[in-house]
């Protein structure tokens, strides 16, 4: 009988603990195999009647938490595994809005792409139309409103086509690196709460349900902010591109300036002149290497000897009395984001991490922002509510941004002098208008938070704000027949200058 006891009772020990497992979690499962085992090994100890009522208690258990666990896995099998059958037809208003949002964001340089809880359920559903093995039926999703102490989260209820079984659960959102993350949070299927082991199978579902980085890859996004409130999922980004005005209005106000008198600004006259390097990289120890954008990439000039990189070094070379190497990774279009997740940083620290590096320069920051300056949204006033909420979220996801990129730069040239290049208006022309005094408060506040990071972090802060403000008629593409942020070889005569001078 002490043998029958010891076996069912560990079999006890094991189904019941699994049943506490799938439907209260870990804790309560490991507490309740531990208390059934240790009764089976304490009844080896005890008398007649003691082992007599304890193996009852045992056989029922076992017998009715292994007929639980068998059916419920096997109801969860047949759920995960029918795929044969439709799905329910997505509302068509609601489609038709969702989809003419999202196309509006495969367009826009900048976004705000604001989704109901009706159009995201008509989103989800219209994927899972044509997704090969869905074994769902329906889904709908509901927004629950974040406090101060846990973000908002997306809710969702759904049903199976096999019939009979139910799925619940919530997901929140958060933004890694410029990309749309999805935590899994509480899921139950039919009679079961799934632990995280048993979770970790239904993410590629919860993922199709609630994971739009597939969209917005597509369209070369980089997420600056995703929010789940007031029964919304709000998505504020920005594209990588160099082409970042599209307000028809602010194009028109840039040409009625063009003719402007007020904003006939003479350019100043060239302080530093080209650099010798003609090219993106030269030859040399120890070596000077530039990131960032379509600045560093030298755009706007049809020579890279007018960039400020090339200039740049020409003017570490004769300061220092050095033959400095060269190799500039810029690439045009980048934000704080894609300069993370889509290559440029990785392979700069790789090669700094590979050779000797005396200097390092960083632009970086600008099209996170002037994209949303150069919209709709922000072209008549930045107190716009649109305009602020885009404002709003390109500030929070700067900070963090900058620290990542300068904190593995620093790592990988430890010996380096790096430098950061803060940002310039491209619509301070001069023209004293309420529009540009509000882009130069802007912008001064946005380099701000680039500065204060590069601060911690002992990284020498260039102005390149100040030497460019109120001249971008004159040093920059701005007021030419197709509008163009990028600097004239003047603008990256002054950019340079900026960083000669915070050496």
């Known amino acids: 009988m ?75 099998v047949n759920a995960l595994n029918t795929t044969e059958g439709s799905v329910d037809p997505p509302d068509p208003i609601a489609l038709a ?169 003479e350019p100043p006259p060239e302080r530093l002149g080209p650099g010798v390097v003609n090219a993106t990289t030269s030859a040399g120890s120890p ?46 279009g980048e934000t704080t984001g894609t300069l993370i997740r889509g290559g440029q940083l990785h392979a700069a620290v790789a090669f700094m991490k590979r050779n000797e590096v005396a200097y390092v320069t960083l632009n970086i920051g600008a099209n996170n922002l002037l994209g949303h300056l150069g919209s709709d949204a922000c072209s008549e006033s930045l107190q716009d509510g649109e305009c602020q909420s885009r404002l709003r979220a390109t500030f929070e996801a700067y900070g963090p941004d900058m620290a990542v990129i300068l904190e593995e730069i620093a790592a990988a040239a430890p010996e380096a002098t790096i430098v950061f290049l803060t940002a310039y208006n491209p619509f301070s022309l001069g023209s004293g208008t309420e529009l540009e005094a509000a882009t130069d408060a802007t912008l001064a506040e946005f380099n701000d938070i680039g500065a204060d990071v590069a601060a911690d972090l002992d990284v020498l802060v260039a102005d390149g704000f100040g030497p460019m403000r109120l001249t971008a008629g004159a040093t920059t593409h701005m007021l030419g027949a197709d509008p163009d942020i990028h600097p004239l070889p003047i603008g990256y005569d002054l950019l340079a200058g900026a960083l000669v001078d915070a050496l």
């Not at 085992?37 to 208690?57: H, K, N, S, W, Y």
């Not at 045992?58 to 059916?71: E, K, N, P, Q, R």
């Not at 020409?314 to 220092?320: A, C, F, K, P, V």
């Open 2 to 76: 002490k043998a029958a006891l010891l076996i069912f009772g560990l079999l006890a020990a094991l189904f019941g603990g699994a049943a506490v497992l799938f439907t209260l979690g870990e804790v309560p499962a490991l507490g309740v195999a531990i208390l059934l085992g240790g009764a089976a090994i304490g009844g080896l100890f005890a008398g007649r009647p003691v082992v007599l009522g304890l193996l009852t208690v045992a056989l029922v258990v076992f017998l009715a938490s292994a007929a639980f666990v068998t059916v419920g896995v096997a109801r969860l």
């Open 97 to 265: 809005a969702v989809e003419g949002k999202v196309d509006d964001v495969r367009d826009a340089v900048a976004f705000r792409l604001e989704l109901t809880e009706a159009e995201m359920t008509a989103y989800v559903l219209d994927g899972l139309q044509g997704a090969e093995d869905n074994p769902l039926q329906s889904v709908v999703l509901d927004v629950v409103d974040g406090t101060e102490d846990s973000p908002g989260r997306l809710e969702f209820d759904a049903e199976f086509k096999s019939g009979g079984v139910g799925a619940s659960g919530w997901v929140t959102v958060s933004l890694e690196r410029g990309a749309i993350r999805v935590n899994l949070g509480h899921i139950s299927v039919g009679s079961f709460d799934l632990p995280g082991v048993a979770q970790s199978s239904l993410e590629d579902l919860v993922e199709r349900v609630a994971d739009f980085n597939e969209t917005l890859a597509t369209a070369d996004a980089d997420v600056q902010s995703v929010v789940l409130d007031n029964d919304r999922l709000v998505i504020t980004g920005v594209q990588t591109t160099t082409d970042l005005l599209t307000s028809d209005a602010l194009l028109a106000g840039l040409r009625e300036a063009a003719s402007s008198a007020v904003n006939a600004v």
């Open 287 to 332: 070596l000077y290497v530039a990131l960032g954008d379509s600045l560093a990439a030298n755009v706007g000039v049809g020579e890279a000897r007018d960039g400020y990189v090339s200039r740049f070094h020409n003017q570490l070379e004769l300061r220092d009395g050095a033959d400095y190497g060269l190799r500039n990774f810029g690439v045009p």
